[in-house]
């Protein structure tokens, strides 16, 4: 049974920082790509950043949301199982619930659409104070 669990939300002021964490379990980590996802109030669930399953000598290929770019950075730690979003430069509008996400069958691509991941975590709040 594959589980997904977020930590690491909280409230934070603008220009703050917070780091997400996502534990998974249930089957082999390192060959499935992970995604971080959010949903604001009254808003759709949107792509915030993805990691591939293929780690190269210069690292794991990434991609970001343009909204996120250049302030968050997502990684992942194969051995442990976790996948991280480092968040900085923190603004009111990053306010939602985070959530991992990884897909139904491995794969060496990353996807920045909902559809493709099949196992979500329960989320956790981000609020971000101005």
């Known amino acids: 049974q594959v589980q997904l669990v977020e930590s690491g939300g909280g409230l934070v002021q603008t220009g703050g920082s917070l780091r997400l964490s996502c534990a998974a379990s249930?089957?082999?980590?390192?060959?499935?790509?992970m995604g971080w996802f959010r949903q604001a109030p009254g808003k759709e669930r949107e792509f915030v950043a993805a990691?591939?399953?293929?780690?190269?000598?210069?690292?794991?290929?990434?991609d970001y949301a343009t909204a996120v770019k250049g302030r968050f950075t997502i990684s992942r730690d194969n051995a442990k199982s976790m996948v991280y979003l480092q968040m900085n430069s923190l603004k009111p509008e990053d306010t939602a619930v985070y959530y991992c996400?990884?897909?139904?069958?491995?794969?060496?691509?990353?996807?920045?659409?909902?559809?493709?991941?099949?196992?979500w975590g329960p989320g956790t709040q981000v609020t971000v104070s101005s």
């Open positions: 990691i591939s399953s293929r780690i190269s000598a210069s690292g794991a290929s990434t």
């Open positions: 996400a990884s897909p139904f069958r491995s794969s060496t691509r990353y996807s920045d659409r909902a559809d493709d991941y099949h196992y």
């Open positions: 249930g089957r082999p980590f390192s060959i499935f790509p």
